[in-house]
């Protein structure tokens, strides 16, 4: 069997501990411009503790992807280690051009590159690679994991709350959400991912029933899986993100593989939501 190698990105939030995927995965960072600087995303300038001041001062935030020419190198480099196939699996294709990047480099690429747009973002996205890594990781060819990969991220559900739509509407990603700002400042909104894109799941009117709300949305996505992994997210929502990952431990007791995963959102994802977020994603346990 060829020797295949996985490519994502910084967004995924993979877990700490990689285990054996990690001879397999490597992580390409996107762009996070601060008042007209970029940065990697991930490096000190860009830690969610540097990102909540940039916000807070109302430094103007934005994000971009990788360059093809840096994914190209990346996928150069990987043929050189003796890697005969890539498997580049990313976030939404409709929430950025990181997937056409990824198969720009792969024209110039010296071994086949397969690249995988997931339909989500953040945890979602980490589900996908962690699938794909399954397979390879029994052997499996490049088609099996783009296979694995794209079956685990249709079964994943993402949910989230946001204190506003504000950074949402200024980074273009709200999509059909777009119909609440009419009402945003009477309502808290919870939002979900379909069809690559960021749309409203429904209209709560305190912080506190939505974060409510959130946590039952998640306990519905377990109950309708046999077997699942959880994650919870936040920015700067430490508390709220703890509560609810030990409610969600209660709830599904069961049905969870392992712990509730609490991870904290990075700069990309971050610039786009804003303080307060935080996120529940439920997906099919490997």
Do not use: N, W
């Amino acid at each position: 069997m060829a020797r295949v190698a996985i490519v994502t990105d910084s967004t995924a939030m993979l877990p700490s501990d990689l285990g054996d995927a990690a001879e397999l995965i490597t992580s390409v960072p996107l762009q996070v411009i601060v008042d007209g600087t970029s940065y990697d995303d991930g490096v000190e300038e860009t830690s969610p503790e540097a990102l909540l001041a940039a916000l807070a001062a109302h430094k103007t935030v934005t994000t971009s992807r990788p360059s093809p020419a840096l994914l190209a190198e990346v996928y150069a480099k990987l043929a050189a280690e003796g890697f005969e196939e890539i498997v580049s699996i990313h976030l939404s294709a409709e929430l950025s051009a990181t997937c056409e990047s990824s198969m720009l480099a792969a024209r110039e690429a010296p071994v086949p590159v397969v690249t995988v747009d997931t339909r989500l973002v953040g945890p979602g996205v980490g589900f996908a690679v962690m699938a794909a890594a399954a397979v390879v990781g029994r052997g499996g060819s490049a088609a099996e994991a783009r296979e694995a990969a794209l079956e685990r991220a249709a079964a994943t559900r993402s949910y989230f709350y946001v204190d506003s739509l504000e950074y949402l509407r200024r980074g273009g990603r709200i999509g059909a959400a777009a119909a609440l700002l009419g009402t945003a400042l009477a309502v808290k909104p919870l939002l979900t991912i379909e069809d690559g894109r960021v749309v409203p799941s429904e209209r709560v009117r305190t912080s506190e029933r939505a974060i409510a709300r959130l946590q039952a949305l998640g306990v519905e996505a377990g109950e309708e899986a046999d077997g699942i992994e959880v994650v919870v997210a936040h920015l700067g929502s430490p508390d709220r993100a703890a509560t609810m990952a030990d409610g969600l431990s209660e709830q599904l007791e069961g049905e969870i593989d392992g712990d509730v995963r609490v991870g904290v959102l990075g700069a990309v994802l971050g610039a786009h939501v804003g303080p307060g977020c935080v996120a529940v994603v439920v997906g099919p346990r490997l």
